[in-house]
């Protein structure tokens, strides 16, 4: 016990090192300078059929581990296998669903033996749509997608505060079966940002691990944000070391390692030098949490008003090409966890807080395939003026009800569209092979 505690010393001495000298910039492009020696290629994401089912034009899968669909018109998805074999965990990490994608989406959890999805963002965030609805909004009602012949219906659904847990019934028409499948869906993990605490989201991952569905003795479950690198990433990060910490000890993890490894499998995962840190707190945090004379901390709720919308992180980089790049700002601080203790030192003096970043400039009518560099445009907002707290709070929440309203309607709107649009190609390709008979007939 001596001998492991004195690792477990040597790991927070690291962390420790790296708050104090306020490092994680540094830290984080050396990981992505490492990664500039990778020769892998993404030619399929680059062909003109396939660019369109990208959300974005930086983030595309590498050829050598992507997911190849089978019974598909195309047998392309932005999806890559994320394999550690010395933690005995394989992941299917993917972008969040197009609104003609998730047809392709529902195909790869069938035929890849998916029991779980972990989506780790909202359907829209800072007043852009991030992934689309790809499940039924009511218990017992159903979504059909006729370019694949499947169905989905919401069989339940369970609030748990700052996450909510379903269980989907998935149709396959074509050979007359269906599967129950598992989605966990973490709320309250902001874009380019990380979770509420520690606590919370090792409650989470305590949770979803429990199920089973990361065991290797059925399909790689699927885990999705928006691009699918930055929380994702950060996810299968943390579930890897604390797995390598339960079963060689602390002596013999290397987070920076690991982190590279994972990113021979799928580019730029990690996105932010502040999701680097949460990760080094996560595991720091979840090896305490392995001692048997542990106390287990009562798990921290999240306030209803703050899970609507979270504190703006500061203003996202580029999703992949900023690897190499140190952000222009200090990092704010990570909220407080008991187990940390000390650990949880601030960056010296000059850092600035959360309370000196001004807020992100919102965007209307979001393209869903653009760029991540398209989402940091900045728009000049005019001065209003000063309004009570409670008055303001009320009328910005009435705001964006009605922005995510109309948000929901568009999307709405866009699905029934390519519904058309499918149902129109059908309509004519069955016209056109009773022509052909027709004409077959008349030759005869």
């Known amino acids: 016990m001596s001998q492991n505690n004195v690792s477990i010393n040597k790991f927070e001495e690291e962390y420790a090192e790296i708050v104090s000298k306020n490092a994680w910039p540094l830290v984080y492009q050396k990981i992505g300078m490492e990664c500039q020696r990778f020769r892998y290629t993404w030619n399929e994401a680059k062909k003109p059929k396939n660019k369109p089912l990208n959300r974005y034009r ?19 998805i932005n999806a890559n296998y994320v394999t550690l074999e010395r933690a005995n ?25 998916t029991k779980a999805i972990l989506m780790l963002n909202k359907v829209i965030e800072k007043n852009e749509v991030k992934c689309h609805w790809y499940w039924p909004q ?21 609030d748990c505060g700052y996450y909510s847990l379903r269980l989907f019934k998935l149709y396959d028409h074509e050979t007359s079966t269906s599967k129950d499948v598992l989605q966990y869906h973490y709320t309250t993990w902001p874009d380019f940002g990380v979770p509420t605490s520690p606590v919370a989201f090792l409650n989470f991952l305590k949770r979803v691990r429990e199920s089973g569905v990361l065991d290797p003795t059925d399909g790689p479950p699927v885990i999705h944000c928006s691009a699918g690198i930055g929380r994702s990433g950060t996810f299968c990060l943390v579930d890897c070391c604390l797995v390598i910490v339960e079963q060689e000890g602390i002596e013999n993890l290397n987070i920076q ?3 590279l490894e994972l990113r021979r499998h799928r580019m730029g995962l990690i996105q932010t030098p502040d999701q680097l840190r949460f990760s080094y707190q996560a595991v720091i945090e979840g090896t305490k949490r392995l001692d048997p004379n542990f106390e287990e901390e009562e798990e921290e709720e999240v306030p209803k008003a703050t899970v609507q919308e979270e504190q703006a992180p500061p203003p996202p980089p580029r999703r992949t090409e900023s690897l190499n790049e140190a952000p222009i700002r200090p990092l704010p601080p990570i909220p407080t966890s008991e187990s940390l ?27 869903p395939t653009s760029s991540a560099d398209e989402e940091e445009s ?52 069955q016209k056109n092979r009773a022509k052909t008979e027709v004409l077959k007939e008349g030759a005869k």
Do not use: C
């Open 138 to 158: 009511k218990i017992d009602e159903e979504m059909h997608f006729s370019d694949v012949n499947m169905t989905v219906m919401l069989a339940k659904e369970e």
């Open 257 to 259: 390692e690991i982190l």
């Open 89 to 113: 965990r394989r992941y299917i990490l993917t972008q969040g669903p197009l609104a003609f994608t998730v047809g392709h989406f529902w195909l790869m959890i069938w035929e890849q033996n």
């Open 58 to 76: 930086d983030v595309n899968p590498y050829d050598h581990t992507r997911v190849v669909l089978k019974r598909s018109e195309t047998d392309y």
């Open 341 to 367: 203790g000390n650990l949880m030192m601030t960056a010296p003096q000059e850092s600035s807080s959360d309370e000196s970043l001004p807020p992100l400039p919102t965007r209307e009518s979001p393209t």
């Open 378 to 429: 900045v728009t000049t907002v005019a001065e209003s003026p000063v309004e009570p707290t409670d008055t303001l709070r009320q009328r910005r929440n009435r705001e964006l009800a009605d922005r995510v309203s109309g948000m929901k309607k568009r999307a709405r709107e866009a699905e029934r569209w390519h519904a058309l649009k499918r149902f129109k190609k059908e309509d004519d390709k």
